[in-house]
């Protein structure tokens, strides 16, 4: 059944049997599950808010950028020449769009002083990179990473999602 409903077999999936819809793609999923579900714009900004835009740009920018070089530092290549360019683009291009949001806002959070569902699909991304077996490369070049990688995992909800993951004072 679900090859019929999910011909193409994409991941993540979301089928709702109430209304007979079909999703894939990480960023269309949470943009669906923030509209239909958080009617208070609770995790998300409301249409017309200035910020909406740059909510847009980080929630996509995690599924479509961020996760293929993370995923590729917590699962190298053995080729360390790609290895080598992964890590280059985790500093040229992922550090500094988590930077210039924290800094275009005044943090702590992406956003400003608001959790949004950016900071929450984007952990991910720090999660797999600060398992590398090269996290400490990754971090200790950016502490304003580190800091908000330290202020997020702290969160309850990425203590729920992320249990397994140790801290140094555990």
Not at 153 to 161: C, D, E, G, I, T
């Amino acid at each position: 059944m679900l090859t019929e409903l999910n011909p193409h077999k994409r991941l993540p999936f979301f089928f709702d049997p109430t209304t007979g819809l079909k999703l894939h793609e990480s960023g269309a999923l949470v943009e669906y599950f923030l509209e239909t579900y958080d009617p208070k714009h609770t995790l998300h900004p409301a249409p017309g808010d200035p910020t909406r835009p740059e909510f847009l740009k980080l929630l996509h920018f995690g599924p479509a950028s961020a996760y293929h070089v993370a995923v590729h530092l917590l699962f190298p290549p053995s080729d360390a020449k790609e290895l080598e360019a992964k890590k280059r683009q985790w500093h040229d291009v992922v550090v500094p769009t988590y930077e210039q949001a924290l800094d275009q806002h005044g943090g702590p959070f992406l956003l400003g002083d608001k959790l949004t569902a950016a900071d929450i699909i984007l952990s991910y991304d720090l999660v797999a990179a600060s398992a590398a077996q090269c996290a400490k490369e990754l971090f200790e070049p950016h502490p304003k990473l580190q800091a908000y990688h330290d202020l997020v995992s702290a969160l309850p909800f990425y203590k729920a999602v992320y249990p397994s993951e140790k801290k140094d004072d555990e």
